[in-house]
């Protein structure tokens, strides 16, 4: 019995396969993919924690740790807190992380961008008894926001990288 369903598992997967090959698709990462030219672009960002925690997200989130493409993403960031939950004694005691986050990619030696667009990423955190915990929640919070919002950069970059690469620059 096991096997015969490992057998139709795999004829399944061999059929998707071919299904996804059919109708063209084609992987976003990959070595000869798109997403393959995020880890050449240059992350740029301003000198604020979030935004060190948005530049360490993002590098990673693109492989561009030793970035030398001619291409360099610039980002602003704004962030906010906004309280969630009151408690019984009257005090707000969650609180939801906004990073909203405005990037821009350059080619080198040009001052017009390649392209532009904005993202944002969120997370929430609880305030507990101890001010060091409620710090530290805070912070972890603006980590896991930074991480979304580089994961929705990237993405963002690798569907605009590939809309170019497919249909041209776009010409107003």
Known sequence: MRTSRRVILGSLAASLTLALGACGFSPMYGSSAVGSTLSRIRVETGDERVDFLLQEALIDQMG????????????????????????????????AIRLDVDYALYRDGETDPVLVGSTYGEASYNLSGSVYASMISEQDAEARAARMAAQRVS?????????????GPATP
């Not at 030793?66 to 005691?93: C, F, K, N």
Request: aromatic share 2%.
């Open 155 to 167: 993405m963002q970059l690798v569907r605009a990288l590939d809309e170019i690469q497919t249909h």
């Open 64 to 95: 561009s740790r030793h970035a030398d493409g001619d291409l360099t993403l610039r980002t602003e960031t704004d962030l906010g807190a906004t309280g969630l939950g009151v408690g019984a004694d009257a005090i707000v005691r969650r609180f």
